[in-house]
Every structure is written in C-alpha cells, then in structure tokens.
C-alpha cells in the first residue's frame, strides 16, 4: 500500500512539471507497466485530480483544470522558492498581485514544516530589498504570454513604440524574459519577417490568441541571451563590437547583461557587443573594465579613441 501512494505522489509530480506525458513514457518513468499507470491515474481521478486522456496510439495524460484547486505537491526546496517568489512578488514589478502575493504567502507559511518555515524566515530577515522604480505589467498579459508561448499560438496586440506610436503586430512568441526592471517578449514579427524584442509595459491591452504555429529555429541559445543582445547594443546610437583579452567568466562579474552582450572565443578571450549614446561614455565604459581589448566595430570609435590619446598626451607634457 505505501508503494501505491508513493507511486502515485511520484505520477503527481511528473503530470505536474510537463503539459502532457504518453502512457509509454509515464511507465518507464515509474518503472510499472501501462495498464498500472491506467489504474494509478483511475485513482487520481477519483480522489479530484483532472488528469483527461489524450487521443494517439500511444495514449497520453494531461493535468488539467478542475472545478476546484487540489493541492500542489513542491519538494523542500520548490516550497522555499515558492514563498520567497511570493514574498519578492509583493514589492516586484507586476501590477496588482502584491495583496494576492501576502494572502498566498500567509497560507503556504502556515503548512510548512518548521524546518522550512526557519529558511524562509531567516531569507526573509537577512535580505532587503532596494527597490527601483520603473514600469509595471499586468499580471493578465504575462499569463496570457506565456500560455501562448507554451502552445505554440500566435499573438495580436497593439505595441506603443519608444516615443508612444502605436503600431499593431502579429507574432510567434517564443519566450518571456525578466531583467529584475522590465519583461521582454522575444517573439518571430510576422509582418517584419524578422525575432524581435517587445518590452510588455508597452502593451497596453490583452494580447489576444491566434492561430497555432510551428516553432522556428531561436534566434539565439535562449530567450535571455537574444534581449540581452538586442538591449545592450540595438537600443543605443553607437554600437561596439571587440574583443576582450580575458575569459568570458571573468568579463561576465565586470558587466552586466543588460549593458554587453558575451561570446566566448577561447579560454582567454570573449567577444563583446555594447552600445552607448555618446562616443565618449563608450570610452569611459571600456575602461571602466580595466581589460586589454582589440576594437572592431564601428569605425568612430577607434578615430575617437585616437583623438582622446592625442589629447591626454598633451595634457601630461
């Protein structure tokens, strides 16, 4: 009998972090057979947990949603990353789910173990947050996002551009990206024919569903490492491209993701983009990180930097 409800707790957990499984692939999870895992699922049903069959030949099971809540099955450390989200939730950057942030916390606080109440008590009182003012979304909006990301499901909506010009756009969303200041989509722009980065406090409304879609190859390895490509040089006047005369490791504590964008070369060398508004903020920004670096792009720059030699040359004279 406990083997059962073992079994059971461990299909829970599996339904819960993925969208759908095949019968096949649930069993050699679980090591039982799939008539087993019929019954395991039979049993999840009756005690209020909507897992719904999908059709195929293989067969499949999706946790899906019920009338009511059935409970959430997190392991110790999910549980800790869970009431620590909601605590940073409640002064974050999404609009209006502070109050709904403290009331979920307060709930999950009062059936943690003690053991785990202690850790997210202590993060608690030894963390403060500096809070940086800046824009908000809607919760409703990154809801529907990420739904549609997930389903592979175009998106309609209206875009406010940097000086407040509407425009509308018909997109493949491939994922959502949070800076710690602003949510970007990355997302294939049907009508540019080209990846795009799309700041979500620019969306005014809803996004609304479209039709389903094939993913495309991603610009990048992730989400994360494309805005921070597009933000840290496209948004700029002046763009630099160099190579920096360090591993990547070490450049990656000197900057930030939202300020450079990193490849690596070698063991001793990485490829940097960055952008600024001024010629000499660039400047002072490649020395600022105290690194040997080779100049390539753009040619400005390097006739900046020739200049800005001349004239420190005279000044020691």
Known sequence: MLETSARLLKLLSLLQVRRDWTGPELADRLSVDVRTIRRDVDKLRSLGYPVTSLPGAAGG?????GAELPPLLLDDDEAVAVA?????????????????????????????????????????????????AGPTVDPETLTIIAAACRDHQQLRFTYASTHGEPS??????????????????????????????????????????????????????????????????????????????????EVAERTSPMAASLEPVDDRSCLMRTGAESLDRMVFYLLYLGLDFDLHEPPELRDHVKMLITRLQKAVR
């Open 84 to 132: 620590v989200g909601l605590r940073t939730a409640a002064n974050g950057t999404i609009a209006g789910i502070e109050e709904t942030s403290i009331r979920a916390l307060t709930k999950l606080e009062q059936v943690l173990p003690t053991r785990l109440r202690r850790r997210v008590q202590a993060l608690q009182a030894h963390t403060t947050p500096l809070n940086a």
């Open 168 to 249: 509308k756009r018909l997109v493949e969303p491939q994922g959502l990206v949070h800076t710690g200041r602003r949510w970007y989509l990355v997302a294939w722009d049907v009508s540019k024919q080209d990846w795009r980065t799309f700041r979500v406090d620019r969306i005014p409304d809803e996004p609304t569903l479209a039709a389903r879609f094939t993913p495309r190859e991603p610009p990048a390895e992730s989400p994360a490492e494309f805005v921070s490509r597009q933000v840290s040089s496209n948004v700029y006047t002046y763009q630099a491209v160099l190579t920096i005369h360090a591993p990547v490791e």
């Open 61 to 65: 099971y999706q946790l899906g949603a």
